[in-house]
């Protein structure tokens, strides 16, 4: 079964414990049902359209195998699943907004590099440099190459390498 959300619509506002959203379910491309959470700590919220079906689903969900975590294995569930998609989503659409943010800095012809030796995350932008300029202020650095992104992103931390099952 390949279970998929749509209409997916985070509330970064009402998430206080847990991620705050509602989406539609979807298994093997068919609307299956509607979840939510309400960011208050509470579990994931899976109203299902057939509930023999849903069920079957949650039964599926139930066997397949633990995930390791670094609080040892997990049993897999409906709402792990579900909330994995979920944060999954918001990592993109937060590395889609840092991703873009380079690039516009970039083509405003700003240089956009970091410093070897600087905590991972951490990168300058200086307008009107050239390469040259910032090498001898600041030795060696590696610069944004708005090309190869997600390399650059990697570099600071941004993307983790994920051992995804």
Do not use: C
């Not at 509602?22 to 609307?31: I, L």
């Not at 066997?63 to 999954?88: C, F, H, R, Y």
């Amino acid at each position: 079964m390949k279970i998929t959300l749509k209409k997916l619509r985070h509330s970064e506002a009402m998430s206080e414990e847990t991620n705050a959203f509602t989406a539609d379910v979807y298994v093997d491309g068919k609307k299956a049902g509607y979840a939510k959470n309400r960011g208050h700590g509470d579990p994931i919220q899976v109203d299902w359209t057939d509930y023999e079906f849903g069920r079957t689903v949650e039964a599926w969900a139930k066997a397949l195998p633990p995930i390791e975590s670094e609080w040892g294995p997990v049993k897999n569930d409906i709402e792990i699943i579900i909330g994995d998609i979920v944060e999954k989503d918001r990592h993109t659409k937060a590395l889609n907004r840092v991703r873009n943010s380079l690039l516009r800095r970039y083509n405003k012809g700003e240089l956009i590099y970091r410093v070897k030796g600087e905590s991972p995350g951490a990168y300058t932008h200086w307008r009107g440099a050239t390469e040259e300029r910032v090498k001898a202020r600041h030795g060696e650095v590696e610069f944004y190459d708005p090309q190869d992104p997600d390399k650059f992103l990697k570099a600071l931390g941004h993307i983790k390498d994920e051992v995804v099952a």
